[in-house]
C-alpha cells in the first residue's frame, strides 16, 4: 500500500490529453512537500520529468506539465505521443514516523 | 555527464549477505547527498535508505533498519549497500539515485538485480 495514491492506469488516443492524480494527505503533499513525476520504460531505470511540482529538466518536451494544489498533484500529457506509453510515478516528502520520501504506485499509461 | 553504475547484485539464499556498490562521475560526489532506492518485480519504486554528504549521517526505511547498512567511500566516489539477513522480500532492483537538493532524485543508475531465493 504506497502512501501517495495513483490510479493504476490511464489511456488515451494519439494527440489526447490525459491526467494521473496523486493524492496524499496532511503528512505529506498537504503538509506543503513538493511533488516530482518520474517516468519509467520497462526494463529501464525512472527518468525525472517533473520536480518541485511544475519545473520540467532540461529535455523534457513542454507537453508534459505538472501541478499540486491541497493534498494532491496532477501530470498531464498534452498532445500524447505512441513514445509516452510508461510507467509514471509521483513522489513526496513525508513527515509522520521521523520523514522520509515516499511514492506512488504508479500509473501505467496506454497509448490507444 | 553525470554516470551511476550499480554492480554486486545477484541470487542468493535467505539469511545471506550481500554488498551492493555505485560508482560516480559527473559530478562532485563529496558534496552530494545519495539514496538507495528499491523496485520489487512488476511493483512500484520504495525509498531504502539515504547518506549525507560525508557520511556522518543515515536513516533507513523501517523495513531494512538493522539489517541494511549505507556507506560511502569520497575519495572512490563509491557508495554502498551492505544488506544482511536477506528476506525473500527484499528481492528488487536496486537503484542508485543522487539527491536533487529538492527532496526528488535528479539522477539514476541503471540498477542491479537482488533475488533472494532458497
Known amino acids: 500500500q504506497s502512501v501517495l495514491t495513483q490510479p493504476p492506469s490511464v489511456s488515451g488516443a494519439p494527440g489526447q490529453r490525459v491526467i494521473i492524480s496523486c493524492t496524499g494527505n496532511s503528512s505529506n503533499i498537504g503538509a506543503g512537500y513538493d511533488v516530482h513525476w518520474y517516468q519509467q520504460f520497462p526494463g529501464t531505470a525512472p527518468k525525472l520529468l517533473i520536480y518541485?511540482?511544475?519545473k520540467r529538466p532540461s529535455g523534457v518536451p513542454d507537453r508534459f506539465s505538472g501541478s499540486k494544489s491541497g493534498t494532491s498533484a496532477s501530470l498531464a500529457i498534452t498532445g500524447l505521443q505512441a513514445e509516452d506509453e510508461a510507467d509514471y510515478y509521483c513522489q513526496s516528502f513525508d513527515i509522520a514516523l521521523g520523514g522520509s520520501r515516499v511514492f506512488g504506485g504508479g500509473t501505467k499509461v496506454t497509448v490507444l | 555527464e553525470v554516470e551511476l553504475v550499480e554492480s554486486g547484485g545477484g541470487s542468493i539464499q535467505p539469511g545471506g549477505s550481500m554488498r551492493l556498490s555505485c560508482v560516480v562521475s559527473g559530478f562532485d560526489f563529496s558534496t552530494t547527498w545519495m539514496h538507495w532506492v528499491r523496485q520489487a518485480p512488476g511493483q512500484g519504486l520504495v525509498w531504502v535508505a539515504r547518506i549525507n554528504s560525508d557520511g556522518s549521517g543515515t536513516r533507513y526505511a523501517d523495513a531494512v533498519k538493522g539489517r541494511f547498512t549505507i556507506s560511502r567511500d569520497n575519495a572512490k566516489n563509491t557508495l554502498f549497500l551492505q544488506m544482511s539477513s536477506l528476506r525473500v522480500e527484499d528481492t528488487a532492483v536496486y537503484y542508485c539515485t543522487r539527491d536533487g537538493k529538492g527532496y526528488y532524485y535528479d539522477f539514476w543508475g541503471q540498477g542491479t538485480l537482488v533475488t533472494v531465493t532458497s
Open positions: 518541485t511540482n511544475s
